[in-house]
């Protein structure tokens, strides 16, 4: 089994930044991919920012040039450096350990809040 806890979120006014924070640790070794989702009220939960094994990233476009996803030396730490917030960006964020065959995990979020 693999646990996920996330934080770093809390209330920021536009324009301003986060960072947010996951760690996986369990019993299961070799993450592939660690990914960022978000879900709004009323909106379906969607990806964020994505980091594969080997560095790669992918984001959504609405925060592409605004967000950075990095991982740790250790690979089950990763982090979401996110600049330039918009009141658009409110949502609960969650983490998740994507082992691929073997099964993904989720943390159970943190609240970002965008708003002056």
């Not at 324009?15 to 592939?32: D, F, K, T, V």
């Not at 476009?61 to 996803?69: A, Q």
């Not at 979401?80 to 065959?101: F, H, I, Q």
Request: with cysteine; aromatic share 10%.
């Amino acid at each position: 089994q693999v646990h996920v806890v996330e934080s770093g979120g809390g209330l920021v006014q536009p324009g301003g930044s986060l960072r947010l924070s996951c760690a996986a640790s369990g019993s299961i070794s070799g993450i592939y991919t660690m990914h960022w989702y978000r879900q709004a009220p009323g909106n379906q939960r969607g990806v964020v920012a994505s980091i594969s094994s080997s560095g790669r990233t992918t984001y959504a476009d609405s925060v592409k040039g605004r967000f950075t996803i990095s991982r740790a030396t250790a690979k089950n730490t990763v982090y979401l450096r996110m600049n330039s917030l918009k009141p658009e960006d409110t949502a609960v964020y969650y983490c998740n350990a994507d082992y691929g065959s073997r099964g993904d995990f989720w943390g159970q979020g943190t609240q970002v809040t965008v708003s002056s």
